[in-house]
């Protein structure tokens, strides 16, 4: 009959024996792992040649420049809007403050006359 999964598991990963040999060799092997796999990340970042490594603080302070930057952006965008409706504003109170102008001088060059 086949093992369950808690024995199959305990097995492979040794977890539940008590033995302290089997435990230092778990030990060895993944010490051995470990460094295999470290410096198999050092040939692959060496390897890679667009990458460059770059110092956490330095990395924060360019995304904290980036978001200031993308706050700037937006409220520079939402100030062309305001100028423009202002822009647009101004040109239509300076129209009809022509066409008034215009009614008032028609106004006065009417002539009056008044009869008591």
Same mark, same amino acid.
């Given at each position: ?24 060799? %778990?030990?060895?092997?993944?010490? =051995? ?7 198999? =990340? %050092?040939?692959? %970042?060496?390897?890679? =040649?667009?990458?460059? #490594? ?38 239509? #109170?300076? =129209? ?10 028609? %106004? ?9």
């Amino acid at each position: 009959m086949s093992k369950s999964y808690e024995e199959r598991m305990a097995e492979k990963y040794n977890f539940l024996k008590k033995d302290k040999n089997t435990s230092s060799e %778990v030990t060895n092997k993944n010490t =051995e792992h470990d460094e295999q796999v470290s410096n198999d =990340e %050092v040939i692959d %970042v060496e390897g890679q =040649e667009d990458s460059l #490594l770059v110092p956490l603080d330095a990395w924060n302070t360019v995304l904290n420049q980036l978001g200031n930057l993308h706050e700037a952006s937006q409220q520079m965008a939402e100030a062309r809007e305001r100028a423009a409706k202002a822009e647009a504003e101004a040109e239509f #109170l300076r =129209e009809k403050l022509k066409n008034t102008r215009e009614q008032l001088d028609q %106004v006065n060059k009417k002539k009056r006359f008044f009869f008591f």
